[in-house]
């Protein structure tokens, strides 16, 4: 199959048993780099008031099947590693996976990583896991 001139996808991550394809060269909206900078500076400060604005509410914080914003910050809030690791993925270089979903950092390995999700009330984080 011969892709259009232009169009360049690559082959990259495994987020548990889905595939996921990297957008080659796309870049991050800036709304998407805002949010992702707000959310470190939350996690910065320990503010889990301004980081549950900034998650769906149906975040995924573990590959269990767990996707509950409130159970995220409760774990969250009783071991500092959470908050730690994630003013560090956000910190790295992320990249888009898809249109709709930007990954810190974009090449994580098993490693921590957060996932942030295009929604109609903006950009907003839609994981944060470590794992295969």
């Known amino acids: 199959m011969r892709l259009p001139t232009g169009l360049v996808i ?3 991550a495994v987020v548990g048993v889905v595939f996921v394809p ?10 998407a780099r805002n949010t992702i ?5 939350a996690a910065a400060k ?6 549950r604005l900034l998650m769906v509410g149906d975040f995924q914080w ?5 996707m509950d914003v409130q159970q995220a910050l409760d774990a969250w809030k009783a071991d500092p590693k959470y908050l ?5 993925v956000t910190s790295q ?5 898809t249109r709709q979903i930007v990954q810190c950092p974009i090449k994580a390995g098993a490693s921590f990583r957060a996932g942030f999700e295009r929604t109609p009330a903006g950009w907003r984080m839609r994981y944060f896991v470590e794992g295969e």
């Open 10 to 12: 690559t082959c990259a």
């Open 22 to 31: 990297v957008v080659a060269g796309a870049a991050i909206p800036e709304e």
């Open 37 to 41: 900078r707000r959310v470190r500076a």
């Open 46 to 51: 320990e503010d889990f008031a301004a980081l």
């Open 62 to 66: 573990s590959f269990g099947g767990d």
């Open 84 to 88: 730690r690791n994630l003013r560090r």
């Open 93 to 97: 270089t992320c990249g888009l996976i």
